[in-house]
């Protein structure tokens, strides 16, 4: 059973950037699809940034788009979630997912069925 590992949150200023990464464990990320999640208390969990299992296709929800990038390392089973020019509405929990069956498209949320504890990221004003 793959277990993932989400670290590189904290506390960051306005405008600033952070990396996020994720390390899977008990099993793989090359093959399959990727995908960072975020959620605030009170709300639910929204999709932002897929990753298909080649790295041919990548979704970024419109309010990251273009200051978020994610990206992995097939060989240190590593996935990543660059952030840069953060704002205080980017402030929640990440946390990165993998699809149920290989060689998705990680592209709809249902289709992501593991799942990290979560790395917090707080941006101040």
């Known amino acids: 059973q793959v277990q993932l590992v989400e670290s590189g949150g904290g506390l960051v200023q306005v405008g600033g950037s952070l990396r996020l990464s994720c390390l899977a464990s008990?099993?793989?990320?090359?093959?399959?699809?990727v995908g960072w999640f975020r959620q605030t208390p009170g709300k639910e969990r929204e999709f932002i940034a897929g990753d298909s299992w080649d790295s041919r296709t990548r979704y970024y929800k419109d309010s990251v788009k273009g200051r978020f990038t994610i990206s992995r390392d097939n060989a240190r089973n590593t996935v990543y979630l660059q952030m840069n020019n953060l704002t205080p509405e980017d402030t929640a929990g990440y946390f990165c997912?993998?699809?149920?069956?290989?060689?998705?498209?990680?592209?709809?949320?249902?289709?992501?069925?593991?799942w990290g504890q979560g790395t917090q990221v707080t941006v101040s004003s």
């Open positions: 008990g099993g793989t990320v090359s093959r399959y699809a």
């Open positions: 997912a993998r699809e149920r069956t290989p060689y998705g498209l990680g592209r709809y949320p249902r289709d992501f069925g593991t």
